[in-house]
């Protein structure tokens, strides 16, 4: 199914880990999602690879 092949994470490896907070950071954008009360429609997720420290936001829009 082509919507279930969009929707499904990809699983990226590698050996490379930082070796200080903020040095490595991974990022996950999701979106167009249905609007909130507040208008947002896309989710963000930035995780620090050395602390496993997370944040996620949701946003209202998103440009490269």
Same mark, same amino acid.
């Given at each position: ?18 070796? #200080? ?19 947002? #429609?896309?989710?963000?997720q930035?995780?620090?690879d ?8 949701n ?6």
């Amino acid at each position: 199914c082509k919507a279930k092949a969009m929707t499904k994470p990809l699983k990226h490896h590698t050996n490379t880990k930082a070796t #200080k907070p903020g040095e490595r950071l991974f990022v996950d954008i999701s979106g167009l999602l249905p609007p909130t009360p507040m208008g947002n #429609k896309y989710w963000v997720q930035i995780v620090d690879d050395k602390t496993s420290y997370g944040e996620q936001k949701n946003t209202s829009r998103f440009t490269s």
